[in-house]
């Protein structure tokens, strides 16, 4: 059974760190792109930032990018996003995605979705 499931989501204050994991069972994550997406109160879910398949890596969003950084580690099929100098507009529930291709910004191409981390940032 193919399944997503994220951790370490929380509630920080402005300028923490949290870093998020993505577990992968069912399947090898090297073999897929993954995706971090979030969905902010009101707001339409955005990428963030994608690893692909070779580790090529990307971030959408301007606001992101010096502050968060996505890696994966093949022994423990997981992926991370790691978020320092977090601000209250990174509040959001996270979500990590897999598609089997190259890396996408566009939710509508990514297979395999987890239940998503809540991440709370206070001012």
């Known amino acids: 059974q193919v399944q997503l499931v994220e951790s370490g989501g929380g509630l920080v204050q402005a300028g923490d760190s949290l870093r998020l994991s993505c577990a992968a069972s069912?399947?090898?994550?090297?073999?897929?792109?993954v995706g971090w997406f979030r969905q902010a109160p009101g707001k339409e879910r955005e990428g963030v930032s994608c690893?692909?398949?070779?580790?090529?890596?990307?971030y959408y969003p301007e606001s992101v990018k010096g502050r968060f950084t996505i890696s994966r580690d093949s022994a423990k099929n997981t992926a991370y996003l790691q978020m320092n100098a977090l601000k209250p507009e990174d509040t959001a529930v996270y979500y990590c995605?897999?598609?089997?291709?190259?890396?996408?910004?566009?939710?509508?191409?990514?297979?395999?979705w987890g239940q998503g981390t809540q991440v709370t940032v206070s001012s």
């Open positions: 690893i692909s398949r070779r580790d090529v890596i990307t």
């Open positions: 069912g399947f090898t994550l090297d073999t897929y792109a």
């Open positions: 995605a897999v598609l089997p291709g190259y890396c996408s910004p566009y939710e509508s191409q990514y297979d395999h």
